[in-house]
T-cell receptor
Framework: GEDVEQSLFLSVREGDSSVINCTYTDSSSTYLYWYKQEPGAGLQLLTYIFSNMDMKQDQRLTVLLNKKDKHLSLRIADTQTGDSAIYFCAERDWNNNDMRFGAGTRLTVKP | GAGVSQTPSNKVTEKGKYVELRCDPISGHTALYWYRQSLGQGPEFLIYFQGTGAADDSGLPNDRFFAVRPEGSVSTLKIQRTERGDSAVYLC???????????FGPGTRLTVL
């Protein structure tokens, strides 16, 4: 089964905020990532956070990390129709080369 | 320069056949990764190269899967005696160093009939 878990679907209205949640199990994970995947396109790195941080903000994106609960969230402010895609949470331990992904959250933005 | 490219974009084959999937990483990137993404799932790590050598092949599902990177740039993922369960999108990524951002290619969609 997945070590990284996400809800599968999220639907919001254009202009609202979207919050995509993720839980992970490996407490030694050093890097936590959010990727975006649009149909027919490769994975695009949106942002990442080191495990010693609680929050990271980058324009419309805010990442929150709760290490105690192993919970990661991605907030997209002022969501646009172009934000419709699948969003993947991923974790990596600096000792390992592989990145472990969740199953992805399909975000649908309605006009 | 260009991003990571993968060929072919789509491959349809019959059960039992042999296939090769190619990845051209970003020029100068020493680290190269292969992932497999099944329908409705996230990518699953297969193998990692640092230069020409496979530094970690722990994700390869069985000995039907093999990958090479003979000159430290282009990599080929080889699947022998394909099975229907091998149908997936095979993603390649490269990074300038092991701990740097991985840039993903668009993937090769493999369908085994």
């Amino acid at each position: 089964g997945e070590d990284v878990e996400q809800s599968l679907f999220l639907s919001v209205r254009e202009g609202d905020s979207s919050v995509i949640n993720c839980t992970y199990t490996d407490s030694s994970s050093t890097y936590l990532y959010w990727y975006k995947q649009e149909p027919g396109a490769g994975l695009q790195l949106l942002t990442y956070i080191f495990s010693n941080m609680d929050m990271k903000q980058d324009q419309r994106l805010t990442v929150l990390l709760n290490k105690k609960d192993k919970h990661l969230s991605l907030r997209i402010a002022d969501t646009q129709t172009g934000d419709s895609a699948i969003y993947f949470c991923a974790e990596r331990d600096w000792n390992n080369n592989d990145m472990r992904f969740g199953a992805g959250t399909r975000l649908t933005v309605k006009p | 320069g260009a991003g990571v490219s993968q060929t072919p974009s789509n491959k349809v084959t019959e059960k039992g056949k042999y296939v090769e999937l190619r990845c051209d990483p970003i020029s100068g990137h020493t680290a190269l990764y292969w992932y497999r993404q099944s329908l409705g799932q996230g990518p699953e790590f297969l193998i990692y190269f640092q230069g020409t050598g496979a530094a970690d092949d722990s994700g390869l599902p069985n000995d039907r899967f093999f990958a090479v990177r003979p000159e430290g740039s282009v990599s080929t993922l080889k699947i022998q005696r394909t099975e229907r369960g091998d149908s997936a999108v095979y993603l390649c990524a490269s990074s300038s160093r092991t701990d740097d951002e991985q840039f993903f290619g668009p993937g090769t969609r493999l369908t085994v009939l």
